[in-house]
């Protein structure tokens, strides 16, 4: 059965401690690894597609990687503005999407 | 660029009642999609269409219709509303070959 688990569920941080966020899958056929952050109210926003082993992504203060079996989010000295639940997403073959949970992530200042 | 509408936001429904969730994307996507939102589930895909006339079910599909007449729209209609049907409701859209999808700002539904 296809799955996708994120870990942890919440994750507290000091403005700049590092961390990362991990997702784990099991799924056949899988055609792209997403990584999207939701505001409270708001909907998911993309944030990185990752399509094979070793693949790494980066934009400002995040970082995506990818094994064969599960994919880290690196925040390196988050601020508070990095506080959201991030989700991570794989797409299998025949474009069906399975959503982890998410991390809820808040970074006190 | 309005991107990805979803009207209404809100709406309270009573059991056995009917309604449609609206979504629009200006952005000429072929691909469109609908997913709820339950705590602790994560997103899960309801109805998908890959272009104007086409659709597929998704991974929850029961008690939901939808139907694709133009590239614009993609309406998700709930025939018979049951409380289990209380979530947050997404719409997204993206080109066909794109790793990108954008999502609407959803519709919190109450069923009674």
């Known amino acids: 059965e296809d799955q996708v688990t994120q870990s942890p569920e919440a994750l507290r941080l000091q403005e700049g401690e590092s961390s990362s966020l991990n997702c784990s899958y099991t799924v056949s056929g899988l055609r792209g690894l997403f990584w999207y952050r939701q505001d409270p109210g708001k909907g998911p926003e993309f944030l990185f597609t990752l399509y094979s082993a070793g693949e790494e992504k980066e934009k400002e203060r995040l970082k995506a990687t990818l094994t064969k079996k599960e994919s880290f989010l690196h925040i390196t000295a988050p601020k508070p503005e990095d506080s959201a639940t991030y989700l991570c997403a794989v797409r299998v073959t025949g474009n069906q999407f399975y959503f982890g949970t998410g991390t809820s992530l808040t970074v006190i200042p | 660029n309005a991107g990805v509408t979803q009207t209404p936001k809100f709406q309270v429904l009573k059991t056995g009642q009917s309604m449609t969730l609206q979504c629009a994307q200006d952005?000429?996507?072929?691909?469109m999609s609908w997913y709820r939102q339950d705590p602790g589930m994560g997103l899960r895909l309801i109805h998908y269409?890959?272009?104007?006339?086409?659709?597929d079910q998704g991974e929850v599909p029961n008690g939901y219709n939808v139907s694709r007449s133009t590239t614009e729209d993609f309406p998700l209609r709930l025939l018979s509303a049951a409380p289990s049907q209380t979530s947050v409701y997404f719409c997204?859209?993206?080109?066909?070959?794109?790793?990108?999808?954008?999502f609407g700002q959803g519709t919190r539904l109450t069923v009674v």
């Open positions: 952005m000429n996507h072929e691909y």
């Open positions: 269409s890959v272009g104007a006339g086409i659709t």
């Open positions: 997204a859209s993206s080109y066909r070959n794109s790793p990108e999808a954008f």
